[in-house]
């Protein structure tokens, strides 16, 4: 290596095309932005509200697309991945982030709540990856970024919510074995395991008077998260400058697992 190696460059994206799924909101969408600030063309998904936040996007320069999907249905993944390929040609980078988070104690969670739960955190996941693959193969090379949890790692508390970290955890264990599966391949695959981020999925337990000084107190840094700090690491885990790093889950959670 000698001084005038690029490696800033590393973190570009230019030429390449990334699939955000739940890219409307919250963290999905300050990830499109962080890939698209980075020169990657973005497709984000999610169920309704997204040709706002596509024009957001594009407003801020990037080239920016929204695609209509709910992806707890079995067929949405081939045909969001699809409609990718057909308009861009090629997909590069897919970034697994739509999930729902329900609350409650296990004896009183509904089969339904459970379906609705495991169908969007963990099969969705699943198929975009299944769907993405071959998209991949094509293009020679590619990055898979899932969003985890520290759920996946920690049992969080006051609130009660078996499912939802069960659901992380499976994502985590994914990541991982895809990441076996693909290696040779040069399709990387890795996780993102955030702490409290805020959002609305976050902002109840925020404005809990009970949830949120326990959130805070076990968090080492005092503070929740905002989704930019996400957004950093999955466009780190995306690009050239992880190019040898496939199967990590990289913890964002303000020290909160380090107790
Ligand atoms: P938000 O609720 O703010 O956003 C969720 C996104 O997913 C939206 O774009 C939403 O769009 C989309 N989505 C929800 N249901 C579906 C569906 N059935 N099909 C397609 N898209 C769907 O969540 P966050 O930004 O907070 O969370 C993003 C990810 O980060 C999730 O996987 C979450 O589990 C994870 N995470 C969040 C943490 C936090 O503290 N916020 C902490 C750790 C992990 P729409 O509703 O229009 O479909």
Known sequence: MNDSTDLLGRFRLDGKVALVTGGTRGIGLAIAHALGQAGARVFISGRKDGEEAAEMLRAAGHEASFL????????APDRMVADV???AGRLDILVNNAGIAIHGDTVDFSDEDLDRLMSLNVDAVFRCCRAAIPAMRSAGSGAIVNVGSMSGIAS???QNQVAYNSSKAAVHMMTKSLASELALEDIRVNALAPGYIQTDMSQGGIDNPEWFPIWRDMTPMQRVGQPEEVATAALFLASPAASYITGAVLVIDGGYTTR
């Open 68 to 75: 209509a999907a709910d992806l707890s249905e079995p067929a």
């Open 156 to 158: 969080n508390i006051p």
């Open 85 to 87: 390929v057909d308009a």
